[in-house]
């Protein structure tokens, strides 16, 4: 028998086991009106694995893999239904649908989608979640035509960035990408840096993005330290059977600046890049890699970056309840730093009292190289039709070398994890997740290390390690869902004793005939970097000096909030948040130095609004979202009270889209009110953001077009002082799919 | 309102708030601006500014320094005011807060490493400062006064970079 031979008995035998253990999901799908619906379509998501129904409105899935699987059931006419269903082996299940019409009183209905989400640390509906959760969509990322992460979560209701930092109701601010208080997860594992706890957005190719979902509050109970002001969750595609690939070429221009007198260059910057996919998958194994990159001449001056990245997914599903799945990606940047911009007479000003295109002449050749990468390994185990759990292993390296006049920095910082998690079913309408969780991180560095001298010669290395348990269980009870947890981390600093921070929370959605009410009440803590304890450089005039004792910062952080219909066309949701905050920490100016300290105590209020329409013009949609922010630090002994740094009181988004066959356009409108205050040069002009981003675009077959005007009335403003945020530029996106 | 006359008002809204402009040129002032609080004053250049120059900034002492130590007891920490290398007369504007000053000058910095404390001296030197006329000391008295809301015009210095003093010039003796 030869090897190919042998290998296809292998396979028929594997196949044949895997129907032997798989399940059925089966039921029936109804009109509002009682009668039964033919050819309604029925799939379980996420999967090949769908079908339609017969004239009585039945359907059968199978195989179905065991698990927790969401089925749902469509027609043209109707609003779409779902049903998250538990399956085990060899099992049988009943989902049954009615669906409702889709046109009420001539108008059509908004359909609010996708709808699961894994929040809570599994997989759930979007309207049983108890904080509020935005999902930019796969969907969503392509229409964006936008090239990382960060910007396509940048317009997601109440969420702002500030020159890559994330701001999720205003929880962070502005810190120079140290200390997010908002965790970044890629696929459930987290992600931030093991020596400054910033987030490297470009970590995670945006051709493998299948989703993002930011949730909003404080996430501490589940996800601890890091999860103060909310989450976002990358997901990453899943890979499809059979043969599979991508290719996407970019191009684009940057807008020379609106005036000649702040022309810096003779020339138009371009942007070029080409990213390719391609993946491979049976029903045993399963495999893709991606590889790309790109160059930017940048907006401004000393603003060119070269990029390029790699990244691999597999997964190996050895039986119908056991998948294990390893994943990793890599990423290399070389960038000019172009610092802050020129301010008189330290450049050519020709006049003027900043040049916001140009730098400092002193400045001149500061450079930085970024790598980072990760690999992480997943086994994920439906062991009965009550229980399931995963363990996973991660390791996140990041390694920069800033390249300045007078002095190099650099780090190298690696972040090892462990988790081990179960969800439990026990009884009808209950769920219960409980997990323990590992983490160690280490930095080696000329810059974290903790020295007081006024050397910077001196090499450091440095290690804190944490350790948690927590649980959370939630409970049906009639049309409530109420759940209550707590998380308790023990952090070790150098090998040092164990500091303990508990971190529970309550909460319940009640569906109503007004919608889906939810409530939550959470504690959220951060533990401060290594990076803000042990910093020690200068920042001339300034010494910057270690804080060995800084304590975790924390907060209290609740919200209320309502998802509903308000109108046939008009779907609204609507959450009032409020978070009290302790121990803030903030770098502090004591004479000629700068110390990070725990120095405020700090308010987060205000309300979030997001609606969506769909008005009576077939193909066309739109979105409002907007939050009022009220953030104020509170007088204590050692600080003044006032308003937080770098957090807008008003936040709005604007979105419309236009689809017409295979031709869409439409446009995104950003609004943040001023800041009514900055740290750093608070004396400098500054003007609310206001940016308009246009799209366009054309899918033909395999083949797509996407045009992006970012800020196309090229709009200049600053977010972050001396830093001139992004001006008008144009690129198209061709993609090829196979 | 009709839904086509509600979604015409949105898009004027938006309109409306986008046309506003942002940040635009903005002139060097050549006079003290209105409401500005700190010194304003010209300042000329003597001599070939050194090749090795990294910036020339202006600071100001509420109290002359006493030691090394009170070196970096300058205002304002964050920001001083950058000077053009050399060329015609230029007017400077330096942001301060209420107050007597007793030393306003400009410091010229040297190419090299990361400053601190222990470099101070090999890469600082003291190229002008503002004095009363007919005052003939070594250090000049140059005593300003800030008062809160207004600012002080005319504080007018030379640069020379022909004659520029080490820190140690100040607190002998020098290595």
């Given at each position: 028998m030869t090897s190919s031979a042998l290998l296809a008995l292998l396979t028929a035998l594997a196949s044949a086991a895997l129907r032997a253990q798989s399940a059925v999901v089966y039921g029936t799908v109804h009109v509002e009106s009682g009668g039964p619906l033919r050819f309604a379509q029925v799939v379980v998501m996420g999967s090949n694995l769908g079908t339609l129904t017969d004239s009585g409105g039945h359907y059968r899935l199978a195989p179905v893999s065991p698990g927790v699987v969401i089925v749902r059931a469509r027609f043209i006419g109707y609003v779409p239904a779902f049903d998250t269903v538990s399956v085990a082996a060899g099992d049988s299940v009943e989902a049954s649908f009615v669906l409702h019409p889709s046109v009420i009183d001539g108008l059509p209905l908004v359909v609010v989608g996708p709808?699961?989400?894994?929040?809570?640390k599994r997989s759930q509906l979007l309207d049983q979640a108890v904080t509020s959760v935005a999902v930019v969509s796969d969907t969503e990322l392509a229409r964006r035509a936008v090239s990382t992460v960060d910007e396509a979560v940048d317009?997601?209701?109440g969420v702002q960035f500030l020159n890559g930092q994330v701001n999720i109701r205003?929880?962070?601010?502005?810190?120079?990408?140290?200390?997010?208080r908002v965790l970044l997860l890629v696929d459930g594992v987290p992600a931030n840096?093991?020596?400054?706890?910033?987030?490297?957005?470009?970590?995670?190719?945006?051709?493998?993005?299948q989703r993002v979902e930011v949730v909003k509050?404080?996430?501490?109970?589940?996800?601890?330290?890091?999860?103060f002001g909310g989450v976002v969750n990358v997901i990453t595609r899943d890979i499809s059977v059979g043969w599979h690939g991508r290719v996407r070429a970019s191009g684009g221009a940057y807008a020379n600046p609106p005036y000649d007198v702040w022309r810096f260059r003779d020339y138009t910057g371009g942007r070029e890049g080409l990213d390719v996919t391609g993946s491979y998958g049976t029903n045993l194994v399963r495999g893709s890699l991606t590889a790309g990159g790109w160059h930017s001449d940048g907006?401004?001056?000393?603003d060119r970056q070269n990029h390029w990245q790699a990244a691999a997914k597999g997964v190996w599903a050895?039986?119908?309840?056991t998948r294990i799945t390893a994943s990793g990606s890599w990423a290399s940047d070389q960038y000019e730093v172009p610092l802050v911009w020129c301010t008189?007479?330290?450049?050519?000003?020709?006049?003027?009292?900043?040049?916001?295109?140009k730098i400092a002449t002193?400045?001149?050749?500061t450079f930085t190289r970024s790598d980072k990468g990760y690999l992480t390994a997943l086994v994920e185990r439906t062991s009965s039709d009550h229980l399931a759990w995963q363990a996973r292993g991660s390791w996140l390296r990041t390694r920069f070398t800033d390249l300045r006049q007078g002095a190099d920095d650099y780090g190298i910082a690696n972040r090892l994890g462990a988790e081990l998690r179960a969800v439990s079913?026990?009884?009808?309408g209950r769920v219960v997740t409980v997990g323990a969780e590992l983490a160690r991180s280490d930095v080696r560095t000329n810059i974290f290390?903790?020295?007081?001298?006024?050397?910077?010669?001196v090499v450091g290395t440095h290690t804190q390690a944490e350790f948690a348990a927590y649980g959370e269980s939630e409970q049906l009870f009639g049309r409530a869902r109420l759940t209550g947890g707590a998380r308790v981390d023990y952090i070790a600093v150098d090998g040092g004793g164990l500091s303990a921070v508990v971190s529970p929370r309550l909460g319940g959605v009640l569906t109503t005939s007004r919608g889906a009410w939810r409530a939550s009440l959470g504690r959220g803590f951060r533990a401060p970097s290594l990076a803000e304890r042990f910093v020690s450089t200068t920042v001339p005039p300034f010494r910057v000096i270690p804080n060995p004792n800084l304590r975790p910062e924390t907060a209290w952080s609740g919200e209320l909030g309502n998802a509903t219909r308000?109108?046939?066309?008009l779907h609204a949701d609507a959450a009032a948040f409020w978070t009290e905050a302790y121990d803030l920490i903030e770098p502090s100016v004591n004479g000629s130095a700068i110390q990070f300290r725990n120095v405020t105590r700090a308010r987060l209020a205000g309300l979030d609004v997001a609606l969506a329409a769909q008005p009576p013009i077939r193909g066309l949609t739109a979105s409002l979202a907007y939050t009022f922010l009220y953030a104020r630090a509170l007088a204590s002994d050692s600080a003044p009270g006032g308003p937080l740094a770098f957090r807008p009181k008003h936040l709005l988004t604007l979105s419309a889209d236009y689809q017409w066959r295979a031709v869409s356009v439409g446009g995104d409108f950003r609004y943040a009110s001023r800041f009514e205050r900055v740290e750093l040069y608070s004396n400098d002009d500054r003007v609310a953001e206001k940016v308009l981003d246009l799209r366009a675009s054309l899918e033909q077959g395999p083949l797509s077009v996407r045009c992006r005007l970012a800020n196309a009335l090229n709009y200049i403003y600053n977010q972050v002082p001396r830093t001139l945020a992004p001006v008008r530029t144009l690129s198209v996106t061709l993609t090829w799919t196979y | 309102m009709t839904t086509r006359a509600r979604g015409a008002a949105a898009m004027a809204l938006a309109a409306a708030l986008a046309c506003n402009q942002g940040l635009e040129p903005a002139l060097a002032p050549?006079?003290?601006?209105?409401?500005f609080v700190g010194v304003c004053g010209t300042v000329s250049f003597v001599g070939q500014v050194p090749e090795s120059t990294a910036k020339v900034f202006v600071v100001a002492f509420?109290?002359?320094?006493?030691?090394?130590?009170?070196?970096?007891?300058?205002?304002p920490q964050l920001d001083p005011t950058i000077l053009p290398l050399g060329g015609p007369p230029f007017f400077y504007t330096l942001q301060l807060p209420p107050g007597h000053y007793e030393w306003v000058l400009a410091v010229w910095q040297k190419q090299g490493p990361t400053l601190n404390a222990t470099n101070a001296d090999t890469l600082l030197r003291e190229t002008g400062f503002y004095r009363d006329r007919g005052d003939t000391t070594?250090?000049?008295?140059?005593i300003v006064i800030v008062n809160a809301g207004t600012s002080t015009d005319s504080i007018d210095f030379v640069v020379d970079f022909t004659n520029m003093h080490r820190v140690c010039d100040y607190f002998r003796p020098c290595p």
């Amino acid at each position: 028998m030869t090897s190919s031979a042998l290998l296809a008995l292998l396979t028929a035998l594997a196949s044949a086991a895997l129907r032997a253990q798989s399940a059925v999901v089966y039921g029936t799908v109804h009109v509002e009106s009682g009668g039964p619906l033919r050819f309604a379509q029925v799939v379980v998501m996420g999967s090949n694995l769908g079908t339609l129904t017969d004239s009585g409105g039945h359907y059968r899935l199978a195989p179905v893999s065991p698990g927790v699987v969401i089925v749902r059931a469509r027609f043209i006419g109707y609003v779409p239904a779902f049903d998250t269903v538990s399956v085990a082996a060899g099992d049988s299940v009943e989902a049954s649908f009615v669906l409702h019409p889709s046109v009420i009183d001539g108008l059509p209905l908004v359909v609010v989608g996708p709808v699961v989400v894994t929040a809570a640390k599994r997989s759930q509906l979007l309207d049983q979640a108890v904080t509020s959760v935005a999902v930019v969509s796969d969907t969503e990322l392509a229409r964006r035509a936008v090239s990382t992460v960060d910007e396509a979560v940048d317009k997601a209701p109440g969420v702002q960035f500030l020159n890559g930092q994330v701001n999720i109701r205003g929880s962070t601010g502005y810190v120079q990408g140290l200390g997010s208080r908002v965790l970044l997860l890629v696929d459930g594992v987290p992600a931030n840096q093991g020596d400054r706890g910033g987030i490297n957005w470009d970590l995670v190719p945006l051709e493998d993005v299948q989703r993002v979902e930011v949730v909003k509050g404080a996430g501490s109970s589940l996800y601890g330290s890091s999860a103060f002001g909310g989450v976002v969750n990358v997901i990453t595609r899943d890979i499809s059977v059979g043969w599979h690939g991508r290719v996407r070429a970019s191009g684009g221009a940057y807008a020379n600046p609106p005036y000649d007198v702040w022309r810096f260059r003779d020339y138009t910057g371009g942007r070029e890049g080409l990213d390719v996919t391609g993946s491979y998958g049976t029903n045993l194994v399963r495999g893709s890699l991606t590889a790309g990159g790109w160059h930017s001449d940048g907006y401004r001056e000393q603003d060119r970056q070269n990029h390029w990245q790699a990244a691999a997914k597999g997964v190996w599903a050895p039986g119908p309840a056991t998948r294990i799945t390893a994943s990793g990606s890599w990423a290399s940047d070389q960038y000019e730093v172009p610092l802050v911009w020129c301010t008189r007479g330290a450049c050519d000003d020709r006049g003027l009292t900043y040049q916001p295109f140009k730098i400092a002449t002193q400045d001149t050749g500061t450079f930085t190289r970024s790598d980072k990468g990760y690999l992480t390994a997943l086994v994920e185990r439906t062991s009965s039709d009550h229980l399931a759990w995963q363990a996973r292993g991660s390791w996140l390296r990041t390694r920069f070398t800033d390249l300045r006049q007078g002095a190099d920095d650099y780090g190298i910082a690696n972040r090892l994890g462990a988790e081990l998690r179960a969800v439990s079913r026990p009884t009808a309408g209950r769920v219960v997740t409980v997990g323990a969780e590992l983490a160690r991180s280490d930095v080696r560095t000329n810059i974290f290390t903790g020295d007081t001298s006024s050397t910077d010669t001196v090499v450091g290395t440095h290690t804190q390690a944490e350790f948690a348990a927590y649980g959370e269980s939630e409970q049906l009870f009639g049309r409530a869902r109420l759940t209550g947890g707590a998380r308790v981390d023990y952090i070790a600093v150098d090998g040092g004793g164990l500091s303990a921070v508990v971190s529970p929370r309550l909460g319940g959605v009640l569906t109503t005939s007004r919608g889906a009410w939810r409530a939550s009440l959470g504690r959220g803590f951060r533990a401060p970097s290594l990076a803000e304890r042990f910093v020690s450089t200068t920042v001339p005039p300034f010494r910057v000096i270690p804080n060995p004792n800084l304590r975790p910062e924390t907060a209290w952080s609740g919200e209320l909030g309502n998802a509903t219909r308000l109108s046939a066309a008009l779907h609204a949701d609507a959450a009032a948040f409020w978070t009290e905050a302790y121990d803030l920490i903030e770098p502090s100016v004591n004479g000629s130095a700068i110390q990070f300290r725990n120095v405020t105590r700090a308010r987060l209020a205000g309300l979030d609004v997001a609606l969506a329409a769909q008005p009576p013009i077939r193909g066309l949609t739109a979105s409002l979202a907007y939050t009022f922010l009220y953030a104020r630090a509170l007088a204590s002994d050692s600080a003044p009270g006032g308003p937080l740094a770098f957090r807008p009181k008003h936040l709005l988004t604007l979105s419309a889209d236009y689809q017409w066959r295979a031709v869409s356009v439409g446009g995104d409108f950003r609004y943040a009110s001023r800041f009514e205050r900055v740290e750093l040069y608070s004396n400098d002009d500054r003007v609310a953001e206001k940016v308009l981003d246009l799209r366009a675009s054309l899918e033909q077959g395999p083949l797509s077009v996407r045009c992006r005007l970012a800020n196309a009335l090229n709009y200049i403003y600053n977010q972050v002082p001396r830093t001139l945020a992004p001006v008008r530029t144009l690129s198209v996106t061709l993609t090829w799919t196979y | 309102m009709t839904t086509r006359a509600r979604g015409a008002a949105a898009m004027a809204l938006a309109a409306a708030l986008a046309c506003n402009q942002g940040l635009e040129p903005a002139l060097a002032p050549t006079s003290c601006p209105h409401g500005f609080v700190g010194v304003c004053g010209t300042v000329s250049f003597v001599g070939q500014v050194p090749e090795s120059t990294a910036k020339v900034f202006v600071v100001a002492f509420d109290t002359f320094p006493r030691s090394q130590n009170d070196l970096f007891k300058f205002k304002p920490q964050l920001d001083p005011t950058i000077l053009p290398l050399g060329g015609p007369p230029f007017f400077y504007t330096l942001q301060l807060p209420p107050g007597h000053y007793e030393w306003v000058l400009a410091v010229w910095q040297k190419q090299g490493p990361t400053l601190n404390a222990t470099n101070a001296d090999t890469l600082l030197r003291e190229t002008g400062f503002y004095r009363d006329r007919g005052d003939t000391t070594r250090h000049g008295s140059g005593i300003v006064i800030v008062n809160a809301g207004t600012s002080t015009d005319s504080i007018d210095f030379v640069v020379d970079f022909t004659n520029m003093h080490r820190v140690c010039d100040y607190f002998r003796p020098c290595p």
